[in-house]
């Protein structure tokens, strides 16, 4: 299972990908999701456990889609 640190290397590493493809909005908002998750205070995974998708949505600047990526990244790691 990833750490927050971790996860938030791969949400930045992804705003890189979209900014690199031309795509508006997006790498600002994974950005904003990295920064977040580097100093939330709680596993995003161990919340996902619990809560699923509506927890991590519950994590300020995260919507639905950055939510199903965060699921995808605790279930595969």
């Not at 999701?33 to 991590?56: H, M, P, S």
Request: aromatic share 10%.
């Amino acid at each position: 299972m990833k750490s927050n640190a971790e996860i938030a290397q791969i949400l930045n590493n992804m705003a890189v990908l979209y900014a690199m493809d031309g795509v508006q909005f997006k790498p600002r908002a994974y950005e904003w999701a990295a920064q977040t998750i580097a100093v939330f205070d709680e596993e995003v995974c161990d919340l996902w456990k619990r809560q699923g998708k509506k927890g991590l949505e519950t994590i300020p600047g995260i919507g639905a889609s950055i939510a199903d990526h965060l699921m995808y990244i605790c279930k595969t790691g």
